[in-house]
């Protein structure tokens, strides 16, 4: 429901929004200007004080205004002549006309009622109230992917236009809030709908006598000028007229004969009530914060571009689940955990098969976990891939934590299918951790944890069969893995490696496919990757697609990845044949687990054979010269030091701070784990200066570099562990 509600409104309402958004944050920008450029009263000075000043100029003043920002407005007559300006409370002179600022004024109108009066008081608030339901059904949305408010600022995954959107959300969504609330107030007091008892102080009468200069007037000079809102002088063609007098706390008058203040009526609690969301949507009176609104507010039109692309990739990609039974009806609940999205394409599969066979099944994420509605279930299966080292993937996030919550488990029993790769040493993680967490509760077991290989739709029939004999029903499950949309890339160039120590290898060089206008509006093929994002090939007779860590980024102007041939590989053995005007399909997979960040802390690169293609392109990108230090493993630097020219030119141009080599295939062989040893000190001083840590290549090596950097950091009390939590030590593995 919380997903409905925002994507709708938010589609619908996009422009309206924005252009309240942006119009309340241009008039954000007024009540600061009016702080920085408004003469400020002398610290202490009192309402008597100002109004003698202003008098002594102008004998004739009627009315004195002070707004929340403590400009001083003087009304007076001169003759026939009415005058008025804003006033200079030191030396009570007239400094600037009180006309209102014409700029300000049309953008008041404009954000008021879109210039429509009543009519567009009314639509404003309507894109008001949904911009309230936006940013609360936002907020769920983004406690539900990240599991829980506790875990608000987690680091997000995925494409770069759902990142930003969730980004701005989680900064700007309570400043939203307010805003949309403040503005519904304001617009059922302006149409009546709430009743606020304003302070009023009725009609009084002065005592008969000559009437006391301004400055005796106890009242006055017991005020403080910053507690002033209006001063109403005493008409002198009226016996008995008084000053009227309102400040923050109350309305009365002041008797000029006497200066006692009287007839007082205290501002109720309604009226301070309203005049605080009045401040807090103006900034009238607490600029600071008006700002702060009006910079968040610009986010908006920022998260409706983005969400109106989040929307359209997801109908793109999105698969189709048929039938979906609501979840209070469904017997079988089928949730998923997917990153790239193939998961949810066997899902479907399994939707329909089960559907099929007279099962009422509802299909929903992980994320979306919610036992309590789970009425009439008599199973829960989970289809749960692992992104990167065995972390949660995107549409999974807040299952375990959920489950580690509860206090009593579902009666259903629980299936869990993982998916993954066994070339990955973290193959199916995920889905043990599932089915760790689920024993340690105590849930019943519907079938023992099984996988899926490289999304083979054999060992997916396996499961399938075996699913149904436990449910008593004939199952079998034919699915077609979905391919992703694939671009031409044309090999411009090939430098080939290691064939003398029997590690054939090859730097592979395409050049950019053409990107269309959508494409670089949505960020969509080539239009936009970097170094260290993957590209996906779907080799010749085989549905499986193979990965490699892209080496360079777009403004490269190039696709480059290094690739090693191995023994009966399919997909490594066609790239490393390819001839320079020979072209392969591809895709891009956006990776931001792996990428170096922003900010100046400096970069350790740690990575041998093929693992070194995206440090070489993070370093090749590394024009603001961030302190770069490589370590680079190989077999022997005459055969397989790939990037070797390179390297000294980056050396030189100050694009890599240091590069350290390990070579394997000598008399005394040496690691990359041992280069790390040799260079402990160092090593322990960046870390300690705030350093991230990049490991790339193979699984073994990996873990020789987690255990020589463990040793390495031991007497500093920080391990490779406490790096990864705070997001200071990152690995691609394969």
């Not at 060992?459 to 979905?482: S, T």
């Not at 060089?509 to 993957?534: C, I, M, Y």
């Given at each position: 429901m919380s997903r409905f509600l925002h994507r709708w409104p938010g589609l619908f309402a996009a422009l309206l929004v924005s252009v309240i958004a942006l119009s309340g944050a241009a008039l954000s920008v007024f009540p600061a200007l009016d702080r920085v450029t408004v003469p400020q009263a002398p610290a202490g000075m009192t309402v008597a004080e100002l109004a003698a000043s202003i008098q002594a100029i102008h004998p004739g003043l009627t009315e004195i205004r002070r707004s929340p920002s403590g400009r001083i407005t003087a009304w007076w007559v001169d003759g026939d002549v009415q005058g008025y300006g804003h006033v200079d409370p030191q030396t009570g002179q007239a400094t600037a006309s009180a006309d209102p600022d014409p700029v300000e004024r049309w953008l008041t109108n404009f954000h008021r009622s879109l210039f429509l009066d009543d009519t567009g008081r009314v639509i404003t608030a309507i894109g008001a109230a949904m911009m309230l339901v936006l940013a609360v059904t936002g907020a769920m949305l983004v406690a539900r992917r990240v599991g829980g408010f506790r875990r608000w600022f987690t680091p997000l995954k995925g494409p770069f236009s759902g990142r930003l959107h969730v980004e701005l959300a989680r900064v700007a969504v309570f400043a939203l809030v307010l805003s949309a609330t403040t503005a519904l107030w304001m617009t059922a007091d302006n149409f009546e709908l709430v009743t606020i008892d304003l302070a009023d102080a009725g009609f009084a009468e002065a005592a008969e006598g000559a009437q006391l200069p301004l400055v005796q007037m106890q009242a006055l000079v017991d005020l403080p000028l910053s507690d002033l809102r209006n001063l109403q002088m005493p008409d002198p063609?009226?016996?008995?007229?008084?000053?009227?007098?309102?400040?923050?706390?109350?309305?009365?008058?002041?008797?000029?004969?006497?200066?006692?203040?009287?007839?007082?009526?205290?501002?109720?609690?309604?009226?301070?009530?309203?005049?605080?969301?009045?401040?807090?949507?103006?900034?009238?009176?607490?600029?600071?914060?008006?700002?702060?609104?009006?910079?968040?507010?610009?986010?908006?039109?920022?998260?409706?571009?983005?969400?109106?692309?989040?929307?359209?990739?997801?109908?793109?990609?999105?698969?189709?689940?048929?039938?979906?039974?609501?979840?209070?009806?469904?017997?079988?609940?089928?949730?998923?955990?997917?990153?790239?999205?193939?998961?949810?394409?066997?899902?479907?599969?399994?939707?329909?098969?089960?559907?099929?066979?007279?099962?009422?099944?509802?299909?929903?994420?992980?994320?979306?976990?919610?036992?309590?509605?789970?009425?009439?279930?008599?199973?829960?299966?989970?289809?749960?891939?692992?992104?990167?080292?065995?972390?949660?993937?995107?549409?999974?996030?807040?299952?375990?934590?959920?489950?580690?919550?509860?206090?009593?488990?579902?009666?259903?029993?629980?299936?869990?299918?993982?998916?993954?790769?066994?070339?990955?040493?973290?193959?199916?993680?995920?889905?043990?951790?599932?089915?760790?967490?689920?024993?340690?509760?105590?849930?019943?077991?519907?079938?023992?944890?099984?996988?899926?290989?490289?999304?083979?739709?054999?060992?997916?029939?396996?499961?399938?069969?075996?699913?149904?004999?436990?449910?008593?029903?004939?199952?079998?499950?034919?699915?077609?893995?979905?391919?992703?949309?694939?671009?031409?890339?044309?090999?411009?160039?090939?430098?080939?490696?290691?064939?003398?120590?029997?590690?054939?290898?090859?730097?592979?060089?395409?050049?950019?496919?053409?990107?269309?206008?959508?494409?670089?509006?949505?960020?969509?093929?080539?239009?936009?990757?970097?170094?260290?994002?993957?590209?996906?090939?779907?080799?010749?007779?085989?549905?499986?697609?193979?990965?490699?860590?892209?080496?360079?980024?777009?403004?490269?102007?190039?696709?480059?990845?290094?690739?090693?041939?191995?023994?009966?590989?399919?997909?490594?053995?066609?790239?490393?044949?390819?001839?320079?005007?020979?072209?392969?399909?591809?895709?891009?997979?956006?990776?931001?687990?792996?990428?170096?960040?922003?900010g100046r802390a400096p970069l350790i690169l740690i990575g041998a054979g093929t693992g070194i293609g995206p440090l070489a392109g993070f370093v090749r990108g590394n024009g603001r010269q961030r302190p770069i230090h490589l370590f680079f493993g190989m077999r022997h630097p005459g055969s397989d030091f790939l990037y070797g020219d390179e390297m000294r030119q980056w050396q030189a141009s100050g694009h890599l701070a240091l590069l350290v080599t390990a070579v394997s295939r000598r008399t005394q062989p040496r690691y990359v784990q041992d280069a790390l040893r040799a260079e402990a000190a160092e090593l322990t001083r960046l870390i300690g200066a705030g350093a991230r840590v990049m490991v790339c290549g193979g699984r073994d090596m990996a873990a020789g570099v987690r255990q020589a950097l463990g040793d390495i950091l031991a007497p500093s009390g920080l391990t490779p562990a406490t790096l990864k939590a705070q997001g200071r030590y990152l690995e691609d593995v394969y």
């Open positions: 063609t009226f016996a008995g007229d008084t000053l009227r007098l309102e400040t923050a706390t109350g309305a009365g008058h002041v008797d000029p004969t006497t200066g006692a203040l009287i007839g007082w009526d205290e501002a109720g609690f309604g009226q301070q009530v309203s005049e605080t969301i009045y401040m807090l949507h103006t900034g009238q009176g607490a600029a600071v914060l008006g700002l702060v609104l009006g910079l968040m507010a610009l986010a908006v039109p920022v998260m409706a571009a983005t969400g109106a692309l989040v929307w359209l990739a997801g109908q793109r990609s999105r698969v189709r689940i048929s039938a979906n039974q609501p979840v209070g009806k469904a017997e079988t609940i089928l949730l998923v955990g997917s990153e790239g999205g193939s998961t949810w394409g066997f899902a479907a599969t399994l939707h329909a098969a089960l559907t099929a066979t007279g099962q009422s099944v509802h299909t929903a994420p992980m994320s979306a976990f919610a036992p309590e509605r789970y009425r009439v279930a008599k199973r829960i299966i989970v289809l749960a891939a692992t992104y990167g080292d065995g972390d949660a993937p995107s549409s999974a996030n807040g299952f375990l934590d959920r489950l580690a919550a509860m206090d009593r488990v579902p009666d259903a029993p629980l299936a869990v299918l993982g998916f993954g790769d066994r070339g990955y040493p973290t193959y199916c993680a995920y889905a043990d951790a599932v089915v760790a967490a689920a024993q340690s509760k105590g849930w019943r077991e519907l079938l023992p944890l099984d996988t899926v290989d490289r999304q083979s739709p054999q060992d997916f029939a396996r499961w399938g069969r075996a699913l149904g004999q436990a449910l008593g029903i004939d199952l079998e499950l034919v699915h077609q893995p979905v391919l992703p949309a694939t671009e031409l890339l044309t090999l411009i160039s090939r430098r080939e490696y290691g064939v003398e120590v029997q590690a054939p290898t090859v730097i592979l060089r395409f050049a950019l496919p053409e990107v269309t206008a959508w494409q670089r509006l949505t960020g969509a093929g080539f239009a936009r990757f970097a170094a260290g994002d993957l590209i996906g090939v779907v080799p010749d007779g085989s549905p499986v697609t193979r990965l490699y860590s892209l080496a360079s980024a777009r403004r490269d102007g190039f696709v480059e990845i290094v690739v090693k041939k191995q023994p009966g590989g399919l997909c490594s053995g066609q790239l490393y044949a390819l001839d320079v005007g020979q072209a392969v399909p591809a895709f891009v997979r956006h990776n931001p687990g792996f990428q170096p960040g922003r």
